[in-house]
């Protein structure tokens, strides 16, 4: 029999707990999650007994992931939650049998690469006519949903919902917070392969709201409405995105994005949020930055935070503003960074 390596009981960390210990999750692609999936067939050709699958399952060296489709445990377990759902679609994909059904919602967003904020899908998502047959289960949920052929595209080699679909679907079932994230990441996508020109980008941006007023009176649409109308394609990072929506959440009314600075070498600061109206600028200060060996780029850490103190003094002095860091933890609640925000006596204006 083939065994597997002894990597021990499985202890899935969460990003969080990942950060404490210094060890960062890893993205991965589609076409990597699909190497991951572990065949029940091909294992029991290779030697395996079925006794031995389901021990290895028990211990939490592998997991089942569909009816058919399993994993390595410690390899999912390294992956971020966006890319542990795209191993939960290559194995669905995996054990689909033709029909009409269609990645979309969550699923798609994450094939997308639409980050999912604090969201964690309990299933694979599809789509299929309302007259096919709709029986979920514990691992795959099946929504009826009528899609015209030109929201429907493949560029993943499985067929899924359009970047302008998937948009609309999950800023209707998401937490707001998340939507935003979702539709900023969104718009920098067609930013991007639209040579970064702002009517395209405003021109895709109608296309979503279009989606919403065809679909008028579906669940979510008003929130999904107001999500699409808020997002900016200059946030940078799903931290940022957060932020913004929390901040007009509490009141603050105008946001500038990736204000730029002047540095000392001729080169530009940026800064990622101004309020406006309160003349204080904002940074969401992420501990990825300081703990990711790929982002650190071989520098030592007092390295990177002596160059970041020295930003902010510089930034502070040109622009004589109020510079106000905030974090994860202060993105708990409105409620927390309302109270960050105030213990620095910055409040909206009436």
Same mark, same amino acid.
């Given at each position: 029999?083939?065994?597997?390596?002894?990597?021990?009981?499985?202890?899935?960390?969460?990003?969080?707990?990942l950060q404490r210990l210094?060890?960062?999750?890893?993205?991965?692609?589609?076409?990597?999650?699909?190497?991951?999936?572990?065949?029940?067939?091909?294992?029991?050709?290779?030697?395996?007994?079925?006794?031995?699958?389901?021990?290895?399952?028990?211990?939490?060296?592998?997991?089942?992931?569909?009816?058919?489709?399993?994993?390595?445990?410690?390899?999912?377990?390294?992956?971020?939650?966006?890319?542990?759902?795209?191993?939960?679609?290559?194995?669905?994909?995996?054990?689909?049998?033709?029909?009409?059904?269609?990645?979309?919602?969550?699923?798609?967003?994450?094939?997308?690469?639409?980050?999912?904020?604090?969201?964690?899908? !309990?299933?694979?998502?599809?789509?299929?006519?309302?007259?096919?047959?709709?029986?979920?289960?514990?691992?795959?949920?099946?929504?009826? !949903?009528?899609?015209?052929?030109?929201?429907?595209?493949?560029?993943?080699?499985?067929?899924?919902?359009?970047?302008?679909?998937?948009?609309?679907?999950?800023?209707?079932?998401?937490?707001?917070?998340?939507?935003?994230?979702?539709?900023?990441?969104?718009?920098?996508?067609?930013?991007?392969?639209?040579?970064?020109?702002?009517?395209?980008?405003?021109?895709?941006?109608?296309?979503?709201?279009?989606?919403?007023?065809?679909?008028?009176?579906?669940?979510?649409?008003?929130?999904?409405?107001?999500?699409?109308?808020?997002?900016?394609?200059?946030?940078?990072?799903?931290?940022?995105?957060?932020?913004?929506?929390?901040?007009?959440?509490?009141?603050?009314?105008?946001?500038?994005?990736?204000?730029?600075?002047?540095?000392?070498?001729?080169s530009d600061y940026r800064?990622?949020?101004?309020?406006?109206?309160?003349?204080?600028?904002?940074?969401?200060?992420?501990?990825?930055?300081?703990?990711?060996?790929?982002?650190?780029?071989?520098?030592?850490?007092? !390295?990177?935070?002596?160059?970041?103190?020295?930003?902010?003094?510089?930034?502070?002095?040109?622009?004589?503003?109020?510079?106000?860091?905030?974090?994860?933890?202060?993105?708990?609640?409105?409620?927390?960074?309302?109270?960050?925000?105030?213990?620095?006596?910055?409040?909206?204006?009436?």
């Open positions: 029999m083939r065994r597997l390596p002894r990597f021990g009981a499985r202890t899935p960390l969460g990003r969080a707990a210094g060890c960062m999750p890893r993205h991965i692609s589609f076409a990597e999650a699909r190497r991951l999936i572990l065949d029940r067939a091909d294992l029991e050709r290779s030697g395996w007994r079925s006794r031995d699958i389901t021990d290895a399952v028990r211990e939490g060296r592998m997991l089942r992931i569909q009816r058919n489709r399993y994993v390595l445990a410690e390899q999912f377990d390294d992956l971020w939650p966006e890319a542990r759902h795209l191993v939960e679609i290559a194995a669905a994909d995996a054990e689909r049998k033709g029909g009409t059904s269609v990645f979309s919602y969550q699923s798609a967003a994450v094939l997308w690469g639409l980050p999912l904020a604090r969201h964690v899908p !309990d299933a694979v998502h599809v789509s299929m006519p309302a007259d096919g047959r709709l029986v979920s289960r514990a691992a795959l949920r099946r929504h009826a !949903d009528r899609l015209e052929p030109s929201e429907i595209t493949n560029p993943f080699d499985v067929p899924c919902t359009t970047l302008a679909r998937t948009l609309w679907d999950v800023c209707r079932v998401l937490p707001p917070s998340s939507g935003v994230a979702a539709a900023d990441a969104a718009l920098r996508i067609v930013a991007s392969t639209s040579g970064g020109d702002p009517e395209a980008v405003e021109r895709w941006r109608q296309s979503v709201l279009d989606i919403g007023r065809r679909k008028r009176g579906s669940r979510g649409a008003a929130r999904a409405g107001t999500v699409i109308a808020f997002a900016n394609g200059l946030a940078e990072s799903t931290g940022e995105s957060i932020a913004r929506w929390m901040l007009a959440e509490i009141g603050f009314a105008r946001f500038r994005l990736q204000v730029p600075v002047r540095g000392p070498a001729g800064v990622d949020i101004e309020l406006e109206d309160e003349n204080v600028l904002v940074e969401f200060d992420g501990a990825v930055k300081y703990r990711d060996d790929e982002l650190r780029a071989g520098r030592r850490l007092d !390295d990177i935070l002596l160059l970041e103190k020295q930003r902010e003094d510089w930034i502070r002095g040109v622009t004589q503003k109020r510079l106000v860091r905030i974090g994860w933890t202060d993105l708990d609640t409105p409620q927390v960074l309302a109270a960050r925000m105030a213990a620095f006596r910055i409040s909206p204006r009436p």
